[in-house]
């Protein structure tokens, strides 16, 4: 029954979206969320429930879907700055290059637009409010890596809401540098924040109690100490490393709705899940589908929100760029998906775990030791069965862990030791996923979308096409 009543909503929202003006706009961009990414996901639901097939998720039962390409202007494989440029303003860039066209001026990003338009506007991520994504619709900047001076245009955007990690950067990198051009010590962004309005609210519960009054609200990680120069490691925890009093996305999603619903009688709304990407340069396969169904969890709410406005709202979900060259399958035609379940922790966790194991005994410490770890933590030895050759692999690894000579694997984002990286990619083996790059690829993405103008985002199309489509049905043009 239930099934049936949202199938004729979905039905309902063809019909309503080529006459209907959205007022409230949700934008859900899945960093490095490749096809193979979703549909890794959709089959590792469907056989914990021990069938061969996909178990969907909430965004791709919406009524129209599509394909988008993301190639750039400098190179046929983007990176996020570029891809993020093009899907928050519609016009290509450079690779680095963020919020600008390639010949150097600023792009109007579509927030900006329905800012001017007296919109209510929220920009949310995983990762920190100034990394690329995010920072791509309200940021121009030569360089993506320039945090500090993203990080001012962001207090000065006027935005409504942000949430996320932290900053990646309060000060500038170099500060005797920024002293010695400047004449004064800089401020952190933090302060440069509250000086243009905004609250900080460290947590879900820190925003309960600090939203009544604000009129500027920013959303952060909670963090020992609550200084202002807590840089963190970027991200908030992955959902598969995540304890109880971490911040969510899904908090994220339910602050932002809630602060903007409640002040603005029209909003849009970004919503980045960045930290697949991340997982996905660490092709840790487990981590990143837990965050794709982290990421569903808060497209759940708009969807929520779309049933009790459903002639008004416009949701949108897509991806900036594939990351890792996913593929599911490696050799015979099975798919293993479910031994997934076996790991409890992400790939850096565990790197971070052994290194706390090594620190702490040294040269007492025994292979059984870890072996007992990677029980624990992957199934090893009881879910997960290990051949001779392959124990003898991590045992010979082991030793040069001991010895201090591991080889250390650096990704864009993470370090962790060959042990750990071995181990988890040994997990992926034999689930049978492969991985072709550590890096990004220039596969074509999914677009699902459902509601108010949703109808214009099907079939085959470029990210440059997205932030138009998108301004035509807030503006409500034919």
Same mark, same amino acid.
């Given at each position: ?101 390639? $010949? ?7 927030? !900006?637009? *329905?800012? &001017?338009?007296?919109? =209510?506007? /929220? ?91 604000? $009129? ?7 963090? !020992?100490? *609550?200084? &202002?120069?807590?840089? =963190?490691? /970027? ?244």
């Amino acid at each position: 029954m239930k099934k049936t009543i949202v199938s004729i909503l979905f039905l309902c929202a063809i019909l309503w979206g080529a006459s209907a003006q959205a007022k409230y706009v949700f934008y859900f961009i899945g960093d490095g969320m490749g096809q193979n990414q979703v549909l890794a996901t959709e089959m590792y639901l469907a056989e914990l429930q021990g069938k061969i097939g996909t178990q969907p998720l909430c965004f791709t039962q919406f009524p129209v879907t599509g394909q988008c390409t993301t190639f750039s202007t400098s190179n046929g494989i983007t990176d996020s700055s570029a891809a993020g440029t093009a899907l928050a303003s519609g016009e290509k860039t450079k690779n680095s290059t963020l919020g600008l066209r390639p $010949d150097g001026k600023p792009v109007y990003t579509i927030a !900006e637009r *329905l800012r &001017d338009k007296g919109w =209510g506007v /929220g920009i949310t991520t995983s990762v920190s409010i100034d990394h690329a994504t995010p920072a791509a619709f309200y940021a121009h900047v030569d360089k993506r890596n320039q945090y500090y001076e993203i990080g001012t245009q962001l207090a000065q955007s006027g935005f409504h809401f942000f949430g996320g990690a932290t900053f990646y950067q309060p000060y500038p990198k170099d500060k005797d540098k920024w002293v010695k051009e400047t004449g004064k010590e800089p401020e952190s962004l933090y302060e440069i924040c509250r000086d243009s309005g905004y609250t900080f609210a460290r947590g879900y519960e820190n925003y309960q109690n600090s939203k009544d009054g604000s $009129d500027k609200m920013i959303l952060i990680q909670p963090h !020992e100490g *609550l200084t &202002d120069d807590y840089k =963190g490691n /970027g991200m908030i925890p992955y959902l598969i490393d995540r304890k109880a009093d971490d911040l969510s996305l899904t908090q994220i999603t339910e602050a932002a709705i809630d602060f903007l619903s409640t002040r603005h009688d029209r909003f849009f709304l970004m919503v980045e899940g960045g930290a697949i990407d991340w997982a996905c340069h660490s092709n840790d396969a487990a981590t990143a589908i837990h965050d794709v169904i982290d990421f569903d969890n808060a497209i759940r709410l708009a969807f929520e929100f779309y049933l009790q406005h459903p002639s008004e709202t416009l949701i949108i979900v897509t991806a900036d760029h594939e990351t890792g060259g996913m593929a599911l399958g490696n050799s015979d035609y099975n798919l293993r998906l479910q031994l997934l379940q076996h790991q409890k922790l992400s790939v850096g966790e565990l790197s971070g775990r052994l290194k706390q194991l090594h620190s702490s005994q040294g040269k007492k410490l025994q292979w059984q030791t870890v072996r007992q770890l990677f029980t624990d933590q992957l199934g090893f030895y009881t879910n997960v069965q290990i051949s001779p050759e392959e124990d003898k692999t991590m045992q010979k690894q082991f030793k040069q862990l001991k010895k201090g000579k591991a080889k250390q694997i650096k990704t864009l984002y993470k370090q962790f030791d060959g042990l750990s990286a071995y181990a988890v990619a040994l997990l992926n083996k034999k689930a049978k996923i492969g991985w072709t790059t550590g890096s990004h690829s220039a596969a074509a993405v999914g677009v699902w979308a459902v509601g108010a103008g949703a109808e214009r985002f099907t079939g085959w199309q470029d990210d440059t096409q997205i932030a138009p489509k998108i301004i035509m049905a807030a503006e409500g043009q034919k």
